[in-house]
């Protein structure tokens, strides 16, 4: 019940393209949705998250869409560019806040 | 910009033997944790620490891990006897607030177990 559950393991976009990750989760008592961007080599950086009170949430080409009823989350790249690829994981938070659950994570390669 | 801090970036070890991965959390966060990383796999929580006391551990941090707070600007993970399967990268994070606050993470340590 404490994981989240990430799709796909791998994504290829053309530049211009939209990049989509789904993800779902059981545990009604997550309260907070992040999703990370990580290049190799380096630690997982915050990209945007979202409350379950509200059900989308854009930051320049990137859009969180949240279902709470389906317990289902995304993120869509708009307008992907070659300088988006990275692994992205989506996680989630319970409202104690202690600890961050992480999806297996999307390897994203958009192609110029 | 301030950032989470890790040494160092490469351990290797024998199996058996102690070691301590470095952490110096941003300057005014509150908040401290580590997560691990096996390769290939997803990132998993192992501990989180505030006010010189474990918050919360889940049940890969048993009582080969422990972590410190030695002074005001570093925080450590220490595996007593090191085995195969610690092979992993470890994460440090840390928020300012803790409960839904951004959690930022260092660049990680991999720990090389042979």
């Known amino acids: 019940q404490q994981q989240v559950k990430q799709s796909p393991q791998s994504l290829i976009v053309q530049k211009g393209g939209i990049s989509i990750i789904n993800c779902a989760y059981e545990n009604t008592a997550f309260d907070y949705f992040p999703w990370y961007q990580q290049f190799p080599g380096k630690g997982p950086a915050l990209l945007i998250a979202i409350r379950p009170d509200v059900s989308e949430k854009k930051e320049g080409r990137f859009t969180i869409s949240f279902n709470k009823s389906a317990k289902q989350f995304s993120l869509h790249i708009m307008d992907s560019q070659p300088g988006d690829s990275a692994t992205y994981f989506c996680a989630a938070e319970g409202r104690d806040g202690n600890k961050l659950v992480f999806g297996a994570g999307t390897i994203l390669r958009v192609k110029s | 910009e301030p950032e989470v801090t890790q040494t160092p970036s490469h351990q290797v070890t024998q199996m058996g033997q102690e070691v301590i991965l470095r952490c110096v959390p941003i300057s005014n966060h509150l908040y401290f944790y580590w997560y691990r990383q096996i390769l290939g796999q997803k990132v998993e929580f192992l501990v989180s620490?505030?006010?010189?006391?474990?918050?919360?551990k889940s049940e890969i941090f048993d009582d080969q891990f422990s972590v410190e707070r030695p002074d005001g600007s570093n925080f450590t993970l220490k595996i007593r006897s090191t085995k195969l399967e610690d092979s992993a990268m470890y994460f440090c994070?840390?928020?300012?607030?803790?409960?839904?606050?951004?959690?930022?993470f260092g660049a990680g340590t991999r720990l090389s177990v042979l």
């Open positions: 994070a840390s928020s300012v607030l803790g409960g839904l606050d951004i959690q930022y």
């Open positions: 620490f505030y006010n010189n006391e474990i918050s919360e």
